[in-house]
């Protein structure tokens, strides 16, 4: 079975700092990882993926993730958090050997960022 | 290019009640998957349609059941509704041709209350 752990409630940056969300997984295959958005009373907005490649993947609103097959981990980061960044951040996986492997959620992390 | 679109937005229901909710996928998708989320469970797979046919489905009772039509729409039922029904019901659609690799596409959600 896969899975995916989100250490972290809740994370806590000042506008301007760097900001990391963490993310672990686990799949019995190659891992196909996601992270989503969510704000308050919208669906899920799509960030970045990694299939397979370069382990620094870069998405959209300046985000980026890096890949770590050794740690199992796929944390996103941003160099300058904005205040609109704060939301509620999804990391996903997906079993890529495994047919039509379904998608599996963490159970997200809020980023709050102040002024 | 519109996005995903889901009708009614909100929904209030009474147990017992059976409630029908529609998904309309981003044009050219082939595939919708359905997710419920909730504060306690966060997000956990419902179903996956493509092409009229249901590739996956998650561990939810039977009376949860979906559909999809020719033009790729989907819907989905839940019969004799209970208390711990009442979530938010996020449908999600994917080209499906790229398989695993597919990223899904949220819709805005519609939000189920029971009574």
């Known amino acids: 079975a896969q899975s995916v752990a989100q250490p972290e409630d809740q994370v806590n940056v000042a506008e301007g700092n760097p900001l990391t969300v963490k993310c672990t997984y686990s799949?019995?295959?190659?891992?196909?990882l996601f992270w989503y958005v969510q704000y308050p009373n919208r669906g899920l907005q799509f960030l970045l993926k990694?299939?397979?490649?370069?382990?620094l993947v870069k998405g959209s609103y300046g985000f980026e993730a890096e890949f770590n097959k050794s740690q199992t981990s796929f944390h996103l980061k941003k160099p300058s958090a904005l205040v609109s960044d704060s939301a509620l951040y999804f990391c996903?996986?997906?079993?890529?050997?495994?047919?039509?492997?379904?998608?599996?959620f963490g159970k997200g992390t809020m980023l709050l960022v102040s002024p | 290019k519109a996005g995903v679109t889901q009708t009614p937005r909100y929904l209030i229901k009474t147990r017992g009640q059976q409630v029908t909710l529609s998904c309309s996928p981003i044009?050219?998708?082939?595939?919708v998957s359905w997710y419920q989320q909730t504060p306690g469970q966060g997000l956990q797979f419902l179903f996956e349609?493509?092409?009229?046919?249901?590739?996956n489905k998650g561990n939810f009772p039977g009376r949860f059941s979906g559909r999809q039509f020719s033009n790729s729409r989907s819907e989905m039922n839940v019969s004799t509704l209970e208390l711990g029904d009442s979530a938010l019901y996020l449908c999600?659609?994917?080209?499906?041709?790229?398989?695993?690799?597919?990223?899904?596409?949220f819709g805005p959600g519609t939000r189920l209350t029971v009574l």
């Open positions: 799949v019995s295959g190659n891992p196909y």
């Open positions: 996903a996986v997906r079993d890529g050997d495994s047919g039509y492997s379904t998608l599996t």
């Open positions: 349609y493509f092409s009229e046919t249901q590739r």
């Open positions: 990694y299939i397979t490649g370069d382990n």
């Open positions: 044009s050219g998708h082939r595939s």
């Open positions: 999600a659609s994917s080209w499906g041709g790229a398989g695993r690799t597919d990223t899904q596409y």
